[in-house]
């Protein structure tokens, strides 16, 4: 935290002198208190109370002080702040070994759901945008603001939507750079801040090469962040007879360290949510140097409302 007028807060020296100036006061009240030698009328003129209400509107009051001038120096923190036509991909693998089930109930029903969570969490000014890939890629869902038609879009995820069998993470890459151009006029000359995600389970197996890909991402500036998902044990059942279908993220671990994304490796449906908490925490944002004094000008008036509270209410009168 930096403060705009760190000089103003000298007067913190202020709240100081009035904090020793109550407990003398209380002091000498006390010293007061043992001379009165009518100990049953003192207590009829001045009947006991709780220690604590007796203090705590002054208590209330000074801490109000104290936080109006912290608020008076203007403090500012760096905040983080959604980027203007921030843009997000997400290239969900629809290929037949996304269908294994080493992850509960299969990897890909739990990546669309772990996709729908992470795009819930994001801001809602966010454009994101849906491509599905196996043999080749498609986009499902251009990047936009509207949540729902993304939702529907990630419900129909399935092997199969493309119509092609395999694994191309070059052309997931490269269709998801396509939409992100496509986003509005200004996407040609201004490209918009984005980020891609391509969550997979495979190596690439057709298509474009996923460095060539990648290398398209670095001249834009898009970071790749990818997510190897599954487990060595995975297999898929064709006809009665078990296919093993390992998970392999040495390419996704080449593409992310090219573009300066974070690559992931998630084996649970849980890992795969955490997974997206750590990426949905870097995406999109900006930190920015804001104002905070508000905050501390507004708890001090509580503060106030507080002390005249207990004051009214414990002694039917102002502090």
Do not use: C
């Not at 807060?9 to 100081?16: E, P, R, S, T």
């Not at 996407?187 to 298509?207: H, M």
């Amino acid at each position: 935290m930096i403060w705009e007028s760190p000089i103003r807060l000298w007067l913190l020296l202020g709240v100081a002198a009035l904090a020793l100036a109550y407990l003398v006061a209380q002091r000498r009240r006390s010293r007061y208190a043992v001379r009165f030698t009518n100990l049953r009328l003192l207590d009829r003129v001045a009947p006991r109370r709780p220690t604590w209400r007796r203090h705590l509107p002054a208590g209330l009051f000074l801490a109000m002080l104290a936080l109006l001038v912290v608020g008076f120096a203007r403090p500012t923190a760096e905040v983080r702040v959604p980027r203007e036509r921030a843009t997000v991909m997400v290239a969900v693998d629809v290929s037949t070994s996304m269908l294994a089930t080493d992850v509960d109930p299969d990897r890909l029903s739990a990546a669309k759901s772990a996709a729908r969570d992470f795009v819930d969490a994001l801001p809602k000014e966010f454009n994101v945008g849906l491509v599905a890939f196996a043999g080749s890629a498609a986009v499902l869902v251009p990047p936009s603001i509207d949540r729902e038609a993304l939702d529907e879009g990630i419900q129909r995820l399935a092997e199969g939507i493309t119509g092609v069998q395999g694994t191309a993470i070059g052309e997931a890459i490269s269709t998801s750079l396509g939409a992100v151009r496509a986003l509005d006029e200004q996407a040609t000359t201004e490209p918009p801040p984005a980020r891609i995600i391509v969550l997979s389970d495979g190596a690439n197996t057709s298509g474009m090469d996923p460095m060539e890909a990648a290398a398209e991402a670095v001249a834009v500036e898009v970071p790749v962040h990818t997510i190897s998902f599954g487990t060595p044990g995975g297999f898929v059942d064709r006809g009665g007879r078990p296919i093993q279908v390992p998970v392999d993220g040495e390419t996704l671990q080449a593409v992310a360290e090219q573009t300066g994304g974070a690559f992931h490796q998630a084996d649970t449906s849980d890992e795969l949510r955490a997974v997206y908490d750590d990426i949905g925490s870097s995406v999109g944002w900006r930190k920015e140097r804001q104002d905070i004094s508000a905050r501390f000008i507004g708890l001090g008036l509580v503060f106030a409302m507080g002390a005249a509270f207990g004051s009214m209410r414990w002694f039917s009168r102002l502090p």
